[in-house]
């Protein structure tokens, strides 16, 4: 039995219906800001300063891809040492990275400048390299993306309600408090005095009951106090 082809009237319903359930699943978050609830979708922290209109910072990589964070801190760190030059001419980087699957055919060539595979990387050029790198890697392919789910957001709140807000508070007010991992905790933090009972009163905390790290209400009385 022969499959009956889409009239184009029939294709045109479908793209719409496809665009309409689109566009509501863009409003989800917008519409649980609204109404005070969590919302189970994660966002990534630059993902959200692109909601908020904020300037996305390579520093932001460090929340998204921590090995590439740390690998191009090095890159850094390096440029300042005394044979910078010739650590920069054995590594042989130019300014075209190797895609990855999100962006394309894997092993394919970005050029992050116009004729960026003849640009090579030196101490003097590498925050430049390095900026490019991370928004690519941040960016790259998805602007259009991120620029459709912002436009959702903004369709149930307007910019203005976010004007005071960080990445860090949108996302409390969004998905609530996370897991706290004070193994991790600890291993990032060092205090100049032994001051150790920071974690325990950290570990006590349950985030899974009503005691542990969660947004807090702001009640006002009637006579506004």
Known sequence: MKKKKKTGAQHKLALQISREDELRIKRI???CLLQNEL????????????????R?????????????????????????SP???HV??????????????????????????KGGKNVPVTPSNVHDYVRLYAEQRMVGNNK?????LRSGVLDVIPLSAFDNLTAEDFRLLLNGCGEVNVQQLISYTCFNDETGGLFLDIESCSTSSEEG????????????S
């Open 88 to 113: 920069f001419k054995v590594m042989d980087l130019t300014f075209s990275v190797q895609a990855t699957a999100d962006e394309g055919d894997a092993g394919d060539q970005v050029e992050l400048v």
């Open 56 to 80: 996305t910072g390579w520093h932001d990589l460090a929340f998204f891809d921590p090995m590439l964070y740390e690998n191009l801190r090095k890159l850094i760190v390096e440029a300042a």
């Open 83 to 85: 044979n910078a030059d």
């Open 29 to 31: 978050m917008g519409l």
């Open 144 to 148: 259009k993306a991120l620029q459709a």
């Open 39 to 54: 919302c189970p979708i994660n966002l990534n922290r630059h993902v959200i300063k692109q909601i908020l209109s904020r």
């Open 213 to 224: 790290f969660q947004p807090k209400p702001c009640c006002e009385s009637e006579t506004g």
